[in-house]
Structure formats: C-alpha cells, structure tokens
C-alpha cells in the first residue's frame, strides 16, 4: 500500500537561509510525487510534481524538489526563504500501478520563516 | 484562483441535522474529489468520482453520501451532524484519474 511521511510537524527558518521541508513515501512502482501549500484559511495550491525525468523538480514561487529513488524521499527545497513562504506544506504520493486511483496526502508540516 | 468553486463558503448548523456542499470542478476536469481537513487530523480523503462514477473511497462516514451530476459538478451530503464534523470539506479536481489536483477554497463547517 502507498504511504507518505513528512517527519517534522513544524520547520523554522531565518528569511534568507535555504528551507528543507521533509517527505519520505512508500509505494510498489514508481511514484507520482506531489508538492502542495495551504495559506491561512485558503484552499491547497500546486507547487510541483515529480513523474518521470530530471530527478530535480522545479515549481511555483521559486521551489524545487528532488526526487531520490534510493532514499524514497522527495524533499522539498528553497535556496532563500521569505516571510510569505511561511505556511502549511503537504506532500502527496501516488502509485499509477494501483488499481486505486486516490493520491495520498502526508500530514502536513508548518513553515515559519521569521525576519 | 484554481477554477474549482465551492458552496457555501461557511455553514453552521446544529447537531443532528442535514447539509449539502457544492463543488464546480475546473472546465474540462472530469474527476473531483473530496476531503474533510480537521485541526488534528490532517487532510482526508473522502471519496473520488470520476465523470459521474464513483472511483475511490477513502475515511468516509457512513453518513456522508456524494454524487457527481452529468454536468460534472459535485456535491457531499452530510447528514445526522455531529460536533466533530465541523471542519473544513475541500473539493479537489483534475482533467483525469491520478493527475495533479486543483483545490478548491474549501467550506468551513461549524455543527454546534
């Protein structure tokens, strides 16, 4: 059965240092991967997603994310934070050779970034 | 703005009682999903339909019931309220089965 981790329910970054949100998972193929943030009070938004390729995925507002088969992670990354990256990250996984068609959401981890 | 539009935006209702949301997914998606986010529950997976099938279940109650319209649209039916319904239900969309989803901005339920 497909799984998704994200180790750390909160991150803490100074504006400007690299950011690093977490994401392991667990599938029987080759995943689907998928990066999503929720602002205050709004819905998710898309940041990125990981099919097949480039293991270095680049997405919206300036994140990317790496794809490491070895390591069943797909951390999400950020060379230089901002205050208005703070907010909540979800990672999701899918496996195309499930017959069950649901993508997996992880439990989510809050991004502070302080001045 | 992901094109996916919910209905009502809040709701609050009393225990024991009945609710519909409405979901419009983007044009041209034909597969809408729901989820119910709570405080300390994290992001669940309800149901998934696809162009009018139902095609995944995930935690949903018993109580819950869903459908989706020859026009696309969706809607989930809670019924029987309790207090720990109240959260907030998002309906999710994507052009087919297990591609990228687009959110919508969710309804906040209140059952008091």
């Known amino acids: 059965a497909q799984s998704v981790a994200q180790p750390e329910d909160q991150v803490n970054v100074a504006e400007g240092n690299p950011l690093t949100v977490k994401c392991t998972y667990s599938?029987?193929?080759?995943?689907?991967l998928f990066w999503y943030v929720q602002y205050p009070n709004r819905g998710l938004q898309f940041l990125l997603k990981?099919?097949?390729?480039?293991?270095l995925v680049k997405g919206s507002y300036g994140f990317e994310a790496e794809f490491n088969k070895s390591q069943t992670s797909f951390h999400l990354k950020k060379p230089s934070a901002l205050v208005s990256d703070s907010a909540l990250y979800f990672c999701?996984?899918?496996?195309?050779?499930?017959?069950?068609?649901?993508?997996?959401f992880g439990s989510g981890t809050r991004l502070s970034i302080r001045p | 703005d992901s094109g996916v539009t919910q209905t009502p935006k809040h709701l609050i209702t009393a225990t024991g009682q009945r609710v519909t949301l409405r979901c419009s997914p983007r044009?041209?998606?034909?597969?809408v999903y729901w989820y119910q986010q709570s405080l300390d529950q994290g992001l669940q997976f309800l149901i998934q339909?696809?162009?009018?099938?139902?095609?995944a279940k995930g935690n949903i109650l018993e109580r819950f019931s869903a459908q989706q319209f020859p026009d696309l649209h969706s809607e989930l039916n809670l019924s029987s309220l309790e207090l720990g319904d109240s959260a907030l239900y998002f309906c999710?969309?994507?052009?087919?089965?297990?591609?990228?989803?687009?959110f919508g901005p969710g309804t906040r339920l209140l059952v008091l």
């Open positions: 044009s041209g998606d034909l597969s």
């Open positions: 990981y099919i097949t390729g480039d293991n």
């Open positions: 599938v029987s193929g080759n995943p689907y």
């Open positions: 999701a996984v899918r496996d195309p050779y499930s017959s069950a068609s649901k993508i997996i």
């Open positions: 999710a969309s994507s052009p087919t089965i297990g591609e990228t989803q687009y």
């Open positions: 339909y696809y162009n009018g099938e139902e095609r």
